[in-house]
């Protein structure tokens, strides 16, 4: 008799999430090794044309390969998330890690200046940010970094309450260690089971509000591609050229189910997640 045995539920999100995520990754390297159009050549000759072996996602209502358009759209969201969570995570950091060390009225203004960013739609402020400084790349990056720092900001702050009263952290502080070697060396090492699905969310987070804000036209601006951006051209068509907005979709979703499979499949491992016990 075979006997099956079962695979442990982080493995398996691992593993979904791993494969979604894979696909956009060697997507984005094959954008840097092989970019088959250029992606704001218009051929009206191609309009609408549908998916073939010469653009094996169709083109646009301007004649662009919306493959190549996926692609780049695929790069500046991963990079607009990535630079974005370092950005919050660098800024929840210093905050988190203060307020949780000190206490007292440190944590309490902290807190109170976390609760007031949080108490909005994290997208609106971003919107607002950027309707004040412009819609580029970089002050897309800095808006999501702000909006979304205090919640790294309450993982660090509540990991290091945890943390600092441990008898080994107590040790060195006793024996002269300063705090910011005692938080960046003995505590925040310990902090990493917490922090990394944070981190990993944080991505998917960023991207989305990334591809909203696209969408809503205050987002990454021309001549550049974005996903969200090829969504809102493509609503008008999605009837005579539904490929225009399936595939940019498609993979917006990939990476989001992704990097959400993958967060859950950590804080699984770590006994952290909603299924781990």
């Not at 004649?63 to 991963?78: K, P, Q």
């Not at 949780?100 to 960013?117: A, E, P, R, T």
């Not at 068509?237 to 940019?248: G, Y």
Request: aromatic share 14%; glycine share 10%.
């Amino acid at each position: 008799m075979i006997r099956i045995t079962p695979v442990p539920a982080y493995k398996l999100y691992l593993t979904i999430g791993g494969i979604f995520s894979s696909l956009i990754l060697m997507a984005i390297l094959l954008s840097f090794i092989y970019m088959p159009y250029d992606t704001q050549a218009t051929v009206y000759a191609a309009k609408f044309a549908p998916p073939s072996t010469e653009h094996i996602f169709g083109c646009d209502h301007f004649g662009r390969d919306v493959f190549s358009r996926t692609l780049e759209g695929a790069r500046l969201t991963v990079f607009v998330s990535v630079f974005g969570v370092i950005i919050a995570m660098t800024l929840g950091g210093i905050f988190g890690s203060v307020a949780g060390y000190f206490g007292g009225w440190i944590d309490n203004i902290v807190m109170i200046l976390s609760d007031s960013v949080m108490a909005f739609p994290g997208i609106l402020l971003a919107l607002v940010f950027v309707a004040v400084y412009g819609a580029g790349v970089y002050n897309i990056i800095w808006a999501l970094g702000l909006v979304f720092f205090p919640s790294y900001a309450r993982v660090f702050r509540t990991g290091i309450r945890q943390l600092k009263d441990r008898e080994f952290i107590l040790q060195a502080s006793i024996i002269g260690v300063k705090p910011i070697r005692l938080v960046l060396i003995h505590i925040f090492p310990n902090l990493l089971p917490q922090l990394i699905p944070s981190i990993v969310i944080g991505l998917a987070n960023m991207a989305l509000s990334e591809a909203g804000m696209s969408y809503l036209g205050l987002g990454i601006q021309p001549p550049y591609a974005s996903w969200g951006k090829m969504l809102k051209d493509a609503q008008s068509h999605v009837i005579e050229a539904p490929w225009t907005i399936i595939f940019p979709s498609l993979a917006l979703l990939f990476y989001i189910l992704g990097l959400y499979f993958v967060s859950e499949g950590i804080s699984i491992r770590f006994g952290l997640g909603r299924h781990s016990k």
